[in-house]
């Protein structure tokens, strides 16, 4: 069985629930037509049966009693049911409705056969009662609802004939709207389709209109933009990675096939010393990269526990032992909120990068701060790592927080590192929900890289 589309899908609910909403609305109205003509009918019979009670109530009732039209019958009876006046073409000898149907105390409205009344068609009488209590009298007239029954058969005929052709109507009139309303999706996944046909980067055509398919198109986009950035980078990635592994392999096949082909003039020590070098910044780089990966995938784990600044300082110092690395510890203790390991990372990584290029002294300091300019509204704590080294330029302190990317005076492969540093320190910060800066170190030539941290109460780190 066919499955229909998008259109006719969309089509098929719009007949049905048309062709629904049009058939209750002719049942009311053919119901709201009758009713109306009904009760116009029993007003005219009212007002007449009122004015000939009016004559009853005098004793001035003419025979025949006058009536307006040739479809209404009025007869005036007594408490016997005998007929006392009628009109002229009403009956003078039976009346139209049995006395015992009657309520002498109110109005009534009664149905009867049309061949007891003389016309045709359902015969509607109503009953008003008239004299006295000591000779009391009732006025009965009836009136045709012929008329009544053929405007409503008119109306629905005409419902019946007109409903099917404006549905018929309104269906190709909403085809053709439904099919320009997604033209624009049938122009997105053409669209998407000769993306996914070709390599590459493309876009999805944009419609004019500022309506949802144009919001649709415009986040699209984005998306494959995201997309393409990601994979521009991935392939970076890949390739810098696949370089960088490349380089100690290279060494240590070079130091093994010298080694082999001069065993007897080896110094196996000197030997043994440089693949021993070469294994442990391959085991760095791949660590980094695993790191990397982890970052990239894992959610943010903000919040994992209380983490005292100053200690963590001293800590990190101490794995130096003599200079340059000295500390200026806080006026008292600072807490902040992360994972240890993942900021003794942070700091390490900064301490090593001042130490490579530090001439003389790498100066670690923390304090708190009431700055609200950081990732997030808030109270921050502000962790420095200031060196006396050259620095790096303005121009490029955004781009050593880039993978694999490292400056010309740190391109030596066995002193520079492979670039990963800065851009782990970077993802750490970011999920410790901090941020970091580079800035000129004050009143000396060297570089400050700033750490904005979360700040957590005293009493609340103490618990």
């Known amino acids: 069985m066919p499955v229909l589309g998008l259109r006719g899908r969309l089509m098929a609910i719009g007949v049905v629930g048309l062709t629904i909403g049009l058939a209750l609305g002719g049942v009311v109205l053919l119901g709201a037509l009758s009713f109306v003509l009904q009760r116009t009918v029993d007003t005219e019979a009212f007002r007449t049966a009122d004015a000939v009670a009016l004559l009853a109530a005098e004793d001035a009732l003419p025979d025949p009693l006058p009536v307006a039209g040739g479809q209404v019958r009025v007869q005036v009876i007594d408490g016997q049911g005998r007929i006392l006046a009628a009109s002229i073409d009403a009956d003078r000898l039976v009346p139209m409705v049995r006395p015992e149907r009657l309520n002498r105390d109110g109005r009534q409205r009664l149905e009867v056969p049309a061949e007891r009344v003389g016309l045709v068609g359902p015969v509607r009488v109503v009953a008003v009662p008239a004299g006295t209590a000591a000779d009391p009298l009732t006025v009965l007239v009836a009136r045709s609802m012929a008329d009544v ?57 944009v419609p004019a209109s500022a309506d949802e398919i144009h919001r649709l198109a415009v986040t699209l986009n984005g998306m494959l933009g995201r997309l393409e950035s990601a994979r521009v980078r991935q392939r970076a990635f890949v390739s810098d990675a696949a370089h960088e592994l490349r380089s100690p392999l290279t060494n240590i096949r070079t130091e093994l096939e010298v080694a082999q082909r001069l065993a007897d003039r080896t110094d196996w020590t000197a030997v043994t ?164 800066t580079l800035t000129d170190a004050p009143e000396q030539r060297g570089l400050r890289v700033c750490l904005l941290l979360p700040a957590l109460p005293a009493e609340d780190g103490q618990r």
Do not use: C, K, M
């Not at 409903?163 to 997604?182: N, Q």
């Not at 910044?281 to 959610?299: G, H, I, T």
């Not at 790592?385 to 066995?414: C, N, Y």
């Open 149 to 205: 029954r053929h405007s409503t058969h008119v109306v629905r005929t005409i419902l019946l004939v007109a409903f099917p052709l404006l549905v018929a109507v309104l269906a190709a009139v909403a085809w053709r709207v439904v099919g320009a309303t997604l033209r624009p999706v049938e122009a997105l996944r053409r669209g998407a389709e000769e993306i996914t046909g070709r390599a590459g980067a493309g876009r999805l055509p």
């Open 273 to 436: 010393a440089n693949l021993l070098a070469d294994t442990d910044r391959l085991s760095r780089l791949v660590d980094d990269l695993l790191l990397l990966a982890r970052l990239d995938e894992a959610p943010p784990a903000r919040g994992t526990g209380p983490v005292e600044l100053g200690a963590l300082l001293t800590e990190v110092a101490a794995r130096y032992p003599s200079p340059p690395v000295r500390v200026t510890p806080p006026v008292g203790p600072l807490w902040t909120v992360g994972t240890v390991e993942e900021l003794r990372r942070v700091l390490a990584n900064l301490v090593d990068n001042a130490v490579r290029h530090a001439q003389g002294d790498v100066v670690l300091a923390a304090e708190a701060t009431s700055t609200t300019t950081g990732p997030g509204v808030g109270a921050y704590h502000l962790v420095t790592v200031t060196d006396d080294g050259p620095g790096i330029a303005t121009a490029d302190r955004e781009r050593v927080f880039d993978r694999f990317t490292r400056l010309d005076d740190g391109r030596a492969r066995d002193d520079g590192g492979a670039g990963l540093g800065l851009a782990i320190v970077r993802e750490l910060v970011r999920r410790a929900g901090g941020s970091i």
